[in-house]
């Protein structure tokens, strides 16, 4: 996979540098409200060292997303062929799986996580090669649930890995584009 940097309506989205960003993101990753992303209890070295394995992996890419010049998220990209989802769905050429958390912030801004996720789906399909984006949220994480759908993920079926019970998603270039009312 490849890394980029592109921008689009304020936001920006760069490779995660897991020697310079974990300091940044180990609040995130811990905080409460980041309860889905299983790392509640993560040292920073922890988080580092996540951080470095996903850096050194052919088929995983984390990023970090800037809203108006202030870093605001955190993405992952991933192949589900390769990882996360092997043997729990027959996967397609151009299957590209997506995680996705929000900074957590003092003063919620409405709308700005459906911002992030927009913004988060036009840079996987800005890469002509993804067909179709999957998602295995916790099934229990219904916010994330509707946001998804807020961008065209059509829940396929609940599937048990080690780690979760997961809402197995997915969404493709077509569902995207007629749920936000743009094309990429």
Same mark, same amino acid.
């Given at each position: 996979?490849?890394?980029?940097?592109?921008?689009?309506?304020?936001?920006?989205?760069r490779?995660?540098?897991?020697?310079?960003?974990?300091?940044?993101?180990?609040?995130?990753?811990?905080?409460?409200k980041?309860? &889905?992303?299983?790392?509640?209890?993560?040292k920073?070295?922890d988080?580092?060292?996540e951080?470095?394995a996903?850096?050194?992996?052919?088929?995983?890419?984390a990023f970090?997303? =800037?809203?108006?010049?202030?870093?605001?998220?955190?993405?992952?990209?991933?192949?589900?062929?390769?990882?996360?989802?092997?043997?729990?769905?027959?996967?397609?050429?151009?299957?590209?799986?997506?995680?996705? =958390?929000?900074?957590?912030?003092?003063?919620?801004?409405?709308?700005?996580t459906?911002?992030?996720i927009?913004?988060?789906?036009?840079?996987?399909?800005?890469?002509p090669?993804?067909?179709?984006?999957?998602?295995?949220?916790?099934?229990r994480?219904?916010?994330?649930?509707?946001?998804?759908?807020?961008?065209g &993920?059509?829940?396929?079926?609940?599937?048990?890995?080690?780690?979760?019970?997961?809402?197995?998603?997915?969404?493709?270039?077509?569902?995207?584009?007629t749920?936000?009312?743009?094309?990429?």
């Open positions: 996979m490849s890394r980029t940097t592109t921008s689009s309506g304020g936001v920006q989205i490779p995660l540098n897991p020697l310079k960003d974990t300091e940044l993101i180990h609040p995130w990753v811990t905080h409460p980041a309860a &889905f992303w299983m790392m509640q209890d993560a920073l070295q988080v580092e060292r951080y470095m996903i850096a050194a992996h052919p088929h995983h890419d970090i997303g =800037l809203v108006d010049g202030e870093p605001a998220f955190l993405m992952e990209r991933y192949d589900p062929s390769k990882l996360e989802l092997v043997g729990l769905y027959e996967p397609r050429p151009g299957d590209v799986g997506m995680h996705f =958390l929000v900074a957590p912030s003092d003063t919620p801004v409405h709308g700005f459906r911002r992030v927009t913004a988060v789906m036009a840079e996987l399909f800005a890469d090669a993804t067909a179709r984006v999957v998602v295995e949220p916790d099934v994480n219904k916010a994330v649930h509707a946001l998804n759908e807020a961008v &993920f059509v829940p396929e079926r609940e599937i048990q890995k080690p780690e979760k019970k997961a809402l197995l998603s997915f969404c493709t270039r077509a569902q995207f584009e749920a936000v009312g743009a094309s990429i």
